[in-house]
């Protein structure tokens, strides 16, 4: 990796040098101040600006070149001959003001800004014609102007910067992008002379001028004041013996003419919202602050007091570095504008901190870089690179080896390491290429979209012949298109539609921000199929449409705008052609139980129902017509509920119904009608599709088609009066009997409401550090008595669970823990089915239980523990995922689940051998227990050396275990633990009866399993605290060797009877009997349960 790259990269993709290299930028402030506004005491131009930007190569340059140049073009020469002028207060732009009063020409406010924005702008023009002359005489592509006019005092120019930036961030958020865009414009094609068009001048001047008018006059000043100190008392004169006095005089009385018309005319900037999501933010953020921490020491060790930050870029022209100071800026205008703000009062809040050497402090700087990280994430990538491998250009031969040189190269090649991985952070956020063409097509189609009378009957209808065969060809085409598709992305299509209906006002048309998300999921999922597939589907429509509708359509709007929308739907096309993306395969959530029952259910359903579908004249002119009576916008609810149950839906199973219509269309005969087998395919589809959803969901859209098409409107009494009675009534009956199996795996109210918390909480689950070895302490005091008291409670609560809910609850567990990524986060589909399990397990138990539990665990947590640990994650997302689980406690809590009896498969006779066996085990062993220091802070302590994920590993190994034996037993042994801690002594010791009943529910436990699942937990738990930790030798140092013998022999005896009792290997073990049982197994006070007494009751077998 090439020096130049990792200085380069660092400096301009990240800012991580930020305030740092922006020793150059008052330079720039000062010149570009005056490039535009000429000054008979002080000359500034534009080029130097540019210049300087290209030096310091900063992420300040956006901020200074942008937003500060432009400011300072009116604030650097206020004190220029004899006085100094107060320019003031609060305006917005010309853009924004008259677009917002041909919206709305009634209101006043906005009428008056608009007077004062054409007010401004009418004085740029005369400060134009009166300084065009002396622009045309300034040397703007002299080297002077690469050079800073004054001291070269890096702290002071870096503490002007900061009053700059800050001006640029309190200033209304679309005047300053209209000011960026005047300047590019400019920039674009500029002659030799460096001099632009009267007409450009004109719109930077009335730009700039809006901009100052958006924020108070106390700022400008500070501005003024910060960089007129610096620059020498001699520059202005020598400057000025470069112009004619006359015409520069000239242009400085326009100059105070025009100061006065901004001061008169403010206008109060409107704050920006932000469109970068909660979750990029968050994850920003987190990679920010580790960033932060590799890079500080590489951002120490630069000496930004060098002389380098402010020298020009070396070997190159003005107009050169002007073109990239211009992708810049156009970079700039493209931004979130709220991000940009952050980013820049980060700036601002640093300059103010840092030391006499120009350090800033590592808050302040992780605060930059975060800022930095989401302004980059809303930009395209190619943008970013474009911008890049421009300053490659400029500075890379030279200046990031010069760097490099005085760095220590291992913090160097930290900080690079850091930022790659905060570059891929923020890369995923970053918006594709298909969003950003979006956005321009929203932008180009919306004045088209608005006349288009969406609210007419005339959109229900069928745009061409009533032919139900030929439109059915179409819509499979359509159907088989849909489902080769991306499924996530039709999800977030379905989704993006869904915000857009929500709340849409009486014309139909929804905002331009949801139109331009609508485009990117269309375009997104249309990218994800060949394009083969999208030309059937618009050949096969295209044919059906009657020649005459398009021409009749462009008379309801008009033309110059539907020409524009088209044009720029033309451009979208290509982008979305040229930015394929390949689907990824859903995998289902559907069982294979369920699978099996739907589709047998699904056979008996088209069996029944064949003759009465055959029945049906699917050639009915009906199936043209629009619902009777009813408006766009009821349809449009009712198609709402769809895509809302559609996005609930597993994307498998939705892909599986899809093909089956697919495949049923084209065997279809003349007349419509599908195969038997066709039938059968679709309603197992979706019975399976509709399984995964819901039933209130499902309800909501019976409810809405009903209103549509529903008694009310006469239309099943015309189908029903077409058909055999007796054929509907069978097709009912069987229906009826579907409808049962499919209901009976529908998620509850708790697997519907655990989505929506994992939804909710999966952000703040990602910025856990899962694998740090804190996890693995106790919160609070090591008080080893209090905590088995707590365990008490939580062992409990797992024994009062019910069995198969406990089971399902540790094959979800299992599930996520299998293949979890080395982050230690599992997928949020696994979360959900989690979280489902969880509160099911809790809805079987009373609240009164749940209470004791968190009650006696609240009590032995350290208060500074939640603080700590939210100093971890993003408050917002830990407050969110808070909320979520709040509400979902809720949910658990309003459906209680009564739980089953269980019944134990181990037989009498067993369970009589291994009872006798623990007495004989109780009695010999009793003597070493006793004996064991249950107080020693040994108990509290993480196994030596070992990583969180080994540990989870050994849990995993208890988990299915646990998960495989009998449940009866296995409450009893739970019982008698609860029973025996709520007896122990002061010193943690159990009664001698106590501890045989113990004995006794964990051999019956152990035998229901068999003997490899034993060892499995067995080999695990010895490699976590085995012969190598030395945990044993410890254990039994502080023993009486002949009690400890004692309990050993009796233990093997025990062991034997045991083992006696287990099933053999040719019995189906929980893995075999999982799809035939459809378990979910579990965890709960389970897992707490194994943990404590496994590794006491198998380690000493060893």
């Known amino acids: 990796l090439h020096s130049d790259w990792f200085v380069t990269s660092r400096l301009a993709q990240t800012g991580t040098s930020t305030m740092q290299s922006v020793w150059t930028v008052p330079s720039t402030a000062v010149a570009s101040g005056c490039s535009r506004l000429p000054m008979p005491k002080v000359v500034r131009s534009k080029p130097t600006a540019s210049i300087d930007a290209g030096v310091g190569v900063g992420a300040d340059v956006f901020w200074v070149a942008l937003i500060g140049g432009s400011v300072a073009a009116a604030t650097a020469g206020r004190r220029l001959a004899s006085g100094r002028l107060t320019v003031p207060g609060q305006v917005r732009g010309t853009v924004v003001a008259v677009r917002a009063t041909e919206k709305d020409a009634g209101n006043a406010p906005i009428k008056e800004k608009s007077e004062k924005a054409d007010a401004i702008q009418k004085a740029a023009a005369e400060l134009t014609e009166a300084t065009y002359p002396f622009m045309q005489e300034v040397p703007w592509n002299s080297d002077e102007f690469c050079l800073t006019p004054g001291k070269h005092d890096p702290i002071l120019w870096t503490k002007a910067a900061g009053k700059i930036i800050g001006m640029g961030a309190d200033m209304d958020a679309e005047l300053v992008k209209a000011g960026c865009h005047a300047h590019h414009v400019a920039c674009t094609n500029l002659p030799p002379n460096g001099v632009c068009s009267e007409a450009q001048l004109t719109n930077i001047y009335a730009a700039i001028g809006h901009m100052i008018a958006s924020v108070p006059e106390s700022q400008t000043m500070e501005v003024y004041d910060s960089v007129s100190a610096l620059v020498r008392p001699d520059v202005p004169t020598y400057l000025m013996s470069k112009v004619t006095e006359e015409n520069a005089r000239t242009a400085y009385d326009a100059l105070i003419k025009f100061t006065e018309v901004v001061k008169a005319n403010p206008i109060t900037p409107s704050p920006p919202t932000t469109a970068v999501s909660s979750s990029a933010a968050s994850c920003i953020n987190q990679a920010a602050n580790e960033l932060g921490k590799a890079a500080y020491p590489f951002m120490q060790g630069v000496d930004w007091t060098d002389d380098l930050w402010a020298k020009p870029v070396p070997g190159r022209s003005a107009q050169e570095v002007l073109r990239v100071v211009s992708k810049m800026i156009m970079m700039g205008t493209k931004m979130d504008s709220a991000a940009l703000q952050e980013a820049a009062r980060a700036h601002v809040k640093a300059i103010e901190g840092i030391d006499a050497k120009g350090v800033l402090t590592q808050s302040d700087f992780e605060a930059i870089l975060a800022g930095l990280g989401k302004v980059i994430s809303s930009v395209p990538e190619s943008t970013v690179m474009g911008v890049y491998n421009d300053m490659n250009r400029i500075t890379g031969s030279s200046v990031p080896p010069f760097i490099f040189s005085k760095q220590n190269p291992v913090e160097a090649?930290?900080?690079?390491?850091?930022?790659?991985?905060?570059?891929?952070?923020?890369?995923?956020?970053?918006?594709?290429?298909?969003?950003?063409?979006?956005?321009?097509?929203?932008?180009?189609?919306?004045?088209?979209?608005?006349?288009?009378?969406?609210?007419?009957?005339?959109?229900?209808?069928?745009?061409?012949?009533?032919?139900?065969?030929?439109w059915t060809d179409a819509i499979g085409q359509i159907i088989d298109m849909g489902a080769s598709m991306d499924a996530e992305i039709v999800k977030a299509a379905c989704e993006a539609h869904h915000a857009a209906i929500v709340d849409l006002p009486e014309n139909g048309v929804c905002s331009e921000a949801q139109l331009a998300e609508i485009y990117a999921t269309i375009g997104r999922m249309i990218a994800s199929v060949p394009e083969s597939k999208t030309m059937q589907v618009y050949y096969y429509v295209s044919a059906l449409v009657d020649k005459k509708v398009p021409e009749y359509l462009m008379s309801k709007v008009t033309e110059k705008n539907a020409r524009a929308a088209y044009d720029a739907l033309l451009d979208f096309t290509r982008v979305v052609k040229r930015n394929p993306i390949t689907p990824s395969r859903p995998t289902t959530s559907v069982s294979a139980s369920a699978d099996s029952k739907i589709s047998a259910a699904a056979s008996k359903l088209a069996e029944a129902a064949y003759p009465f579908m055959k029945g049906v004249d699917w050639t009915d002119s009906l199936w043209a017509k629009a619902p009777p009576g009813k408006d766009a916008q009821e349809v449009l609810k009712a198609v709402d509920k769809m895509i809302v149950m559609g996005t609930e839906m597993d994307g498998a199973?939705?892909?599986?119904?899809?093909?089956?219509?697919?495949?049923?269309?084209?065997?279809?005969?003349?007349?419509?009608?599908?195969?038997?087998?066709?039938?059968?395919?679709?309603?197992?589809?979706?019975?399976?599709?509709?399984?995964?959803?819901?039933?209130?969901?499902?309800?909501?859209?019976?409810?809405?088609?009903?209103?549509?098409?529903?008694?009310?409107?006469?239309?099943?009494?015309?189908?029903?009066?077409?058909?055999?009675?007796?054929?509907?009534?069978?097709?009912?009956?069987?229906?009826?009997?579907?409808?049962?199996?499919?209901?009976?795996?529908?998620?509850?109210?708790?697997?519907?409401?655990?989505?929506?918390l994992s939804n909710a909480s999966y952000s703040f689950m990602q910025q856990v550090p899962w694998n740090s070895f804190e996890f693995l302490l106790p919160p609070g005091k090591a008080d080893p008595i209090g905590w088995t008291q707590a365990l008490g409670k939580m062992i409990d609560m797992g024994a009062s669970m019910d069995g198969e809910l406990v089971k399902a609850g540790c094959l979800a567990h299992h599930n996520a823990i299998v293949n979890l990524p080395s982050s230690s986060v599992c997928s949020q589909a696994q979360l959900t089915e989690i979280y489902a399990a969880i509160g099911r397990m809790i809805a079987s138990v009373p609240e009164s239980q749940t209470m004791g539990v968190y009650e006696s665990v609240k009590a032995l947590v350290d208060p500074k523990v939640p603080e700590y640990l939210m100093a971890k994650v993003t408050e917002a997302d830990a407050k969110a995922a808070y909320d979520a689980l709040i509400e979902f406690t809720e949910v658990v809590k309003a459906n209680p689940i009564k739980p089953s009896n269980a019944t134990t498969v181990v037989s009498s006779s067993d369970a009589s051998a291994i009872s006798a066996a623990a007495s004989e085990l109780g009695k010999?062993?009793?003597?070493?227990?006793?004996?064991?220091?249950?107080?020693?802070?040994?108990?509290?302590?993480?196994?030596?050396?070992?990583?969180?994920?080994?540990?989870?590993?050994?849990?995993?190994?208890?988990?299915?275990?646990?998960?495989?034996?009998?449940?009866?037993?296995?409450?009893?042994?739970?019982?008698?633990?609860?029973?025996?801690?709520?007896?122990?002594?002061?010193?943690?010791?159990?009664?001698?009866?106590?501890?045989?009943?113990?004995?006794?529910?964990?051999?019956?436990?152990?035998?229901?399993?068999?003997?490899?699942?034993?060892?499995?937990?067995?080999?695990?738990?010895?490699?976590?605290?085995?012969?190598?930790?030395?945990?044993?030798?410890?254990?039994?140092?502080?023993?009486?060797?002949?009690?400890?013998?004692?309990?050993?022999?009796?233990?093997l005896q025990f062991k034997d009877t045991v083992k006696a009792a287990q099933p053999k290997?040719?019995?189906?073990?929980?893995?075999?009997?999982?799809?035939?049982?459809?378990?979910?197994?579990?965890?709960?006070?389970?897992?707490?349960f194994l943990a404590v007494t496994l590794p006491s009751v198998l380690v000493p077998v060893h």
């Open 1065 to 1088: 290997q040719d019995r189906k073990l929980f893995v075999d009997v999982v799809a035939e049982w459809q378990l979910d197994p579990a965890v709960a006070g389970l897992i707490v």
């Open 413 to 470: 090649i930290a900080a690079y390491s850091a930022l790659m991985k905060f570059k891929d952070t923020v890369k995923a956020f970053q918006p594709s290429p298909i969003e950003v063409a979006a956005v321009k097509l929203a932008k180009e189609t919306y004045p088209f979209m608005q006349e288009v009378p969406w609210n007419s009957f005339e959109f229900l209808q069928t745009p061409g012949a009533a032919n139900p065969i030929a």
């Open 653 to 756: 199973a939705l892909q599986e119904a899809a093909r089956a219509h697919v495949r049923a269309i084209r065997g279809k005969d003349s007349k419509g009608v599908l195969a038997q087998k066709d039938l059968k395919a679709i309603l197992a589809g979706l019975g399976k599709a509709i399984s995964s959803v819901p039933e209130s969901t499902v309800m909501d859209v019976y409810d809405e088609m009903s209103k549509l098409a529903g008694e009310s409107t006469g239309i099943p009494e015309y189908i029903y009066s077409k058909q055999n009675p007796v054929d509907a009534l069978a097709a009912y009956g069987a229906l009826m009997e579907f409808k049962d199996t499919v209901r009976a795996y529908q998620p509850d109210a708790i697997g519907a409401a655990a989505a929506k």
């Open 924 to 1051: 010999a062993a009793y003597p070493f227990m006793k004996g064991v220091d249950w107080t020693d802070d040994l108990w509290a302590k993480a196994p030596p050396g070992r990583s969180a994920q080994e540990v989870l590993k050994a849990v995993d190994k208890m988990i299915v275990m646990g998960s495989d034996m009998d449940w009866a037993a296995l409450q009893e042994a739970a019982r008698a633990h609860a029973k025996a801690i709520e007896s122990m002594d002061a010193k943690g010791v159990l009664t001698q009866g106590d501890f045989n009943a113990i004995l006794a529910g964990l051999g019956k436990a152990i035998s229901s399993v068999p003997e490899t699942s034993v060892m499995d937990v067995y080999t695990e738990m010895n490699t976590l605290a085995g012969t190598i930790t030395g945990i044993p030798n410890y254990i039994y140092s502080k023993q009486n060797p002949a009690d400890a013998m004692a309990a050993y022999g009796a233990l």
